[in-house]
């Protein structure tokens, strides 16, 4: 008699192969890898424009969170249940220790109260950030508002 599994018990199994395949990933300098909606994708990282965009807004969250609580992050995996996504910056406690996932590779989604991600030219970048990454974010719950009074 053969074994029955459910979707979920399926997907779980499929995720998890994803996640270690990911964390597995020796991938060339100048490349980064994220899990996207049931798939790793590997992409170029910015290039000066972009970083220059993504600066700027780092730099105006750096001043506006500054002597509170949280702060803005940049270069740091967003995990999600065994999703990972690397956002341009993301406002979360400035303290992310006690958010770090169990393998210490990011910080959990939960933690992210604001994701930035400076959408590059192109139909695949947009549809990648705006759309895909976007309901990725959607899952995970983030971004959410802070607490109150923070």
Known sequence: MSEVRTESENDSDFD?????AWK????????????IEGAIEVSPTARR???LITNRVRRALDKFL????????????VIHRRKAWIPDAFVAPED?????DEDDLGVR???????VDVVSPGKRNQDRDRV???REYARAG???APPRGS
Do not use: F
Not at 24 to 35: K, Q, W
Not at 66 to 77: I, K, L, P, S, T
């Open 24 to 35: 597995a990933m020796e991938l060339p300098e100048g490349y980064r890898a994220e899990i």
């Open 66 to 77: 500054d002597g509170g609580e949280y702060a803005c992050h940049q270069d740091v995996n």
């Open 16 to 20: 998890e192969v994803l996640w270690q």
């Open 49 to 51: 424009s972009h970083g």
């Open 142 to 144: 983030s971004p959410k």
């Open 96 to 100: 992310t220790q006690p958010w770090g």
């Open 109 to 115: 989604a939960e933690a992210v109260y604001l994701i």
């Open 132 to 134: 895909r990454k976007l």
